[in-house]
């Protein structure tokens, strides 16, 4: 999910929407598909641990919380690492503390020793890999943002698929020790993934005018930035968007992390049980595509935190309805639809956080909410492991997830309508995409003109739109520095 990194590019670069911008999106959908998988495939290995160490079921809950709670939660620490040394050494790092916490976890002779290794170490790996990557997606993509986000998520679900019956298997054959040891060889690709990403670079052109002396005479210093931009705090929408994505991920995570014991505890087979997360990755792997394409659509995507209050209400009551199934069909159906919805919170929650805070502010604001959920994190599966220990009933588990989900989407959805909708004619957002159509107007008809230097005459018609369009920049610009000085008087 991601960090308060504020590794910018060089300015003036604009996302190009394509071109190296998909290997990026290759290495994102492999880092995120290994940062929400492993939570949920380590939870295969819950019964062997069981037995090894004499634990409950909140003990080895601890394994997948603490897990989440450092990849959520070292957003300051990405911040500082990746400003010191770029997007790219810190996710290679990253990817050999990932693997050397597996490894270290296959030598386990406690609980305590596989909350370090696994929890501490490879959570602190994922986090080091999935942070930066984010923030580099987002940079290689601006009006295809949304289906790149979608894509990119629907590497949790494929991973599922894959590492919940290759965990079982590995059980199987090796034990939970040599599974472990393998899992761990198998996140070094964390490494290669790392290295795709290629930081964005000036067009060459641009970087020869820059490196004239004039233009270095003129380039003013620019003030250092800060790592963690507190003022988003000042915007209601933001402290909504926080509070209820603190609330959801209380109960979130809890059905996947359980569901397997559930089927076990109803009497079938391992292999039958793991299934059930199988069909949830199915499921969810074409669900967050297909919600990335429908948020990016013009009518919807102004719209789209009612989109994803929708995807909060639907997964909270699917756990509500899913607490009373009693037979291995009704397990299906509701992972089923979990899956659906699951996928659709997945693929939304940093669109809508983009659309709440704006560009500028998204780096800081993402690390801050990541660090403020980090601790519903912490408490969620271990609490719902003590209420299954409490009263062996799995129902009570489904039902309190599902009300916490919910109590989250009208947390979202009220306040959106009383707070956060009121942004929608922000003068400065309408100045902000005029300026971009007009830069975008003048470029194309500068690239015009320096074609039409190779003959003989340069037409009018193009020298008087390319003037027109840097006229309508600077009026933009004034009205909108007349906009600023005057914005405090109408608080």
């Not at 290794?117 to 986090?127: D, E, K, M, N, R």
């Not at 956080?353 to 780096?363: A, N, P, Q």
Request: hydrophobic share 45%.
């Amino acid at each position: 999910m991601g960090g308060a990194v504020v590794d910018d590019g060089p300015p003036g670069v604009k996302a190009p929407d394509g071109g190296w911008g998909w290997a990026v999106l290759a290495g994102c959908f492999v880092i995120t598909g290994f940062s929400y998988a492993f939570p949920k495939a380590v939870s295969v290995f819950f019964k062997e641990l069981i037995r090894e160490f004499d634990v409950g079921y909140s003990d080895t809950a601890w394994i997948s919380s603490i897990l989440l709670a450092m990849l959520y939660g070292t957003g300051p620490l990405c911040s500082v690492l990746v400003n010191r040394f770029g997007c790219r050494p810190v996710m290679m790092v990253g990817g050999l503390f990932a693997s050397l916490g597996m490894i270290l976890a296959s030598f386990a002779t406690s609980i305590i020793h596989i909350y370090i290794c696994i929890g501490v170490i490879t959570g602190l790996g994922l986090a080091l890999n999935f942070q930066p990557s984010l923030i580099m997606l987002n940079r290689y993509f601006n009006e295809k943002r949304p289906l790149a986000n979608g894509l990119a998520a629907a590497g949790s679900p494929v991973a599922l698929c894959c590492l919940s019956p290759l965990g079982q298997i590995l059980q199987y054959q090796y034990g939970w020790r040599g599974g472990f040891l393998i899992l761990g060889g198998i996140l070094l690709n964390c490494c290669a993934c790392g290295a795709l990403m290629r930081p964005l670079l000036p067009p060459k052109k641009q970087y020869l005018e820059e490196s004239t002396p004039a233009a270095a005479e003129e380039k003013k210093p620019q003030p250092k930035k800060k790592l963690l931009d507190f003022s988003v705090f000042k915007d209601r929408g933001f402290v909504i968007y926080t509070l209820a994505a603190s609330i959801m991920v209380l109960g979130l995570f809890v059905p996947p992390v359980f569901v397997v014991s559930y089927a076990k505890g109803l009497g079938y087979e391992d292999t039958k049980s793991s299934l059930l997360l199988t069909i949830l990755g199915f499921v969810d792997m074409f669900a967050r595509p297909a919600s990335g394409l429908i948020a990016g659509m013009k009518w919807v995507r102004p719209r789209t935190v009612y989109l994803f209050s929708f995807a909060m209400i639907f997964n909270g009551c699917t756990d509500l309805i899913g607490s009373q199934a009693n037979n291995y069909g009704g397990l299906v159906v509701f992972c089923i639809f979990f899956g659906i919805s699951y996928g659709m919170v997945g693929a939304l929650q940093f669109e809508v956080l983009m659309s709440i805070v704006g560009t500028e502010k998204f780096s800081s604001a993402i690390g801050l909410v990541l660090l403020m959920e980090a601790f519903a994190v912490l408490v969620g599966p271990p609490g719902a492991g003590r209420l299954l220990d409490a009263t062996h009933q799995y129902m009570y588990v489904f039902l309190l997830a599902g009300c916490e989900v919910t109590l989250s989407a009208f947390v979202i959805a009220i306040g959106n309508f009383f707070c956060i909708s009121r942004k929608k004619e922000d003068p400065e957002a309408k100045l902000e995409m005029a300026v971009t159509d007009a830069e975008k107007e003048g470029l194309n008809f500068g690239v015009e003109s320096e074609e039409d230097q190779e003959g003989e005459e340069e037409p009018k018609e193009k020298v008087n739109g390319n003037d027109n369009a840097l006229k309508a920049v600077e009026e933009v610009m004034m009205v909108k520095e007349m906009g600023e000085n005057g914005g405090e008087d109408t608080l």
